[in-house]
């Protein structure tokens, strides 16, 4: 990594700068003010979501036993907490009162007895919705002029999660038609996490704190490499902006769909870890495989996700192939990834304490999380390691004394 002590010093001072902004933002009283106060996502709500793998081929069998093999495999236990039933749940005509109706034919017992259901499980029930006239699939009604009938039906069903779609708008403003539904969701008075599927068209990094409890920064992805690094990258930008209670969303996870190799999809899942984005795992968990399921059940990436201090990392230095993301976690520790973007060959690839903000000698505990090994030797000032291609290594960094 070739880059110069001017370089370093002027990117150390926007980072500086950064952070210092980001500080005064979120701590001045008029900024902090929302209108969803739901008390919700003070970590990155974590759960499933049907659309990745079943796009609108859903019903209330697949959600059922979902639920089931979320609780039997030990994912509930980890805080997989939200089952999110995606796109096409709803018959394409309201009822005469203007009510969504739940598809008869694949969704017969409704959604309170689906909700009932999840319930009885410990799990929550999550629904979508359209800020438009139709959803994306066109084949169910949006939202759009009947927020508050749907805002009050969800809650009555016992919804945990609404997630908000963008088609079929008519072309007005997001933030013109975001908000009536968060308006509507606090007058239906069941707390309700607001999912912002806004795909990023007006930065709603900018403003979806006010109204939801996270925004999409992107498109959606797809079980592709490009796609799953470019959504990480577009997310990266808005850093600053994630918070407790308001979060970046890259999209959902593709884990386990079989588009990636296994590496692939660990730096999936550290890049989203890191970046605080949901854990939104997308895959048939009925059929889940033993080398999925180590990847979506590793605790110590889970905890990077869920650390109580809720700072999006960022991407620190980057050059040719190789990348350093880096955030802070409570208790003075470094949460650092070292990314290898190249497709074939292995690369040494250092992390600077400069790069990483941590004081210079600052000896330094580090545990590679995804070994489950704490090295032995202490180290200062850098950390080196060689990772191989379209992979990377994340490591939690703990000082072990005050630099001198
Ligand atoms: C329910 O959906 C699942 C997943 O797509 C499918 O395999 C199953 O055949 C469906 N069941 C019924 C009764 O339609
Ligand atoms: C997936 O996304 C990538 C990058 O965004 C794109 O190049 C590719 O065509 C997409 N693949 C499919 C099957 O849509
Ligand atoms: C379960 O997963 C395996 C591969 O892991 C696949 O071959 C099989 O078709 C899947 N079964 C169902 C019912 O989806």
Redesign the pocket.
């Known amino acids: 990594m070739g880059m110069k002590s001017t370089q370093v010093q002027v990117l150390a001072v926007l980072l500086l700068a950064c952070a210092v902004a980001a500080q005064e933002s979120a701590g001045s009283e008029a900024e902090r003010r929302r209108l969803l106060a739901n008390g919700l996502g003070n970590t990155p709500p974590m759960g499933w979501n049907s659309w990745n793998h079943f796009h609108c081929i859903i019903n209330e069998t697949v959600i059922r036993e979902t639920a089931d093999a979320l609780v039997s495999t030990g994912l509930s236990k980890l805080g997989y907490h939200y089952v999110n039933i995606d796109d096409c749940w709803a018959e394409l005509n309201r009822d005469a009162e203007g009510n969504l109706v739940p598809r008869k034919s694949t969704f017969p017992s409704g959604m309170k007895a689906l909700a009932d259901y999840v319930h009885s499980k410990g799990l929550k029930l999550g629904i979508y919705s359209d800020a438009g006239y139709l959803t994306c699939s066109k084949t169910m009604p949006g939202s759009l002029g009947y927020e508050q009938k749907d805002a009050d039906a969800f809650a009555a069903w016992g919804i945990d999660y609404l997630k908000y779609d963008n088609c079929n708008n008519g072309g007005s403003r997001p933030t013109v038609r975001y908000p009536v539904m968060t308006r509507a969701l606090m007058n239906a008075g069941r707390p309700i996490f607001f999912s912002l599927c806004e795909w990023g068209d007006l930065h709603p990094a900018l403003w979806g704190f006010r109204i939801g409890n996270s925004w999409r920064t992107t498109n959606d992805i ?1 079980d ?1 490499w ?2 799953m690094v ?1 959504r990480a990258d577009e997310n990266e930008v808005y850093a600053d902006y994630a918070r407790p209670g308001g979060w970046n969303d890259p999209d959902m996870l593709e884990v386990g769909n079989g588009g990636m190799t296994k590496g692939e999809y660990i730096v999936h899942f550290s890049l989203w870890a890191i970046s605080k984005a949901p854990l939104l795992i997308g895959c048939d968990v009925r059929n889940i495989t033993g080398e999925t399921m180590e990847i979506l059940s590793n605790e110590e990436v889970i905890a990077i996700n869920q650390d109580p201090l809720g700072v999006q990392a960022k991407k620190v230095r980057m050059e040719g192939n190789q990348e350093i993301w880096a955030g802070p976690l409570s208790g003075y520790r470094t949460a650092v990834l070292l990314l290898n973007r190249g497709e074939e060959d292995s690369e040494p690839i250092t992390a600077n304490w400069d790069d990483l903000g941590i004081p210079p000698d600052t000896l330094v505990e580090a545990r590679d999380v995804w070994k489950h090994e704490t090295m032995k030797q202490y180290l200062k000032n850098e950390l080196t390691t060689t990772v191989g291609p379209h992979a990377c290594k994340l490591f939690i960094l703990t000082p072990v004394m005050p630099a001198q």
Do not use: A
């Open positions: 797809n592709s490009e796609s470019s």
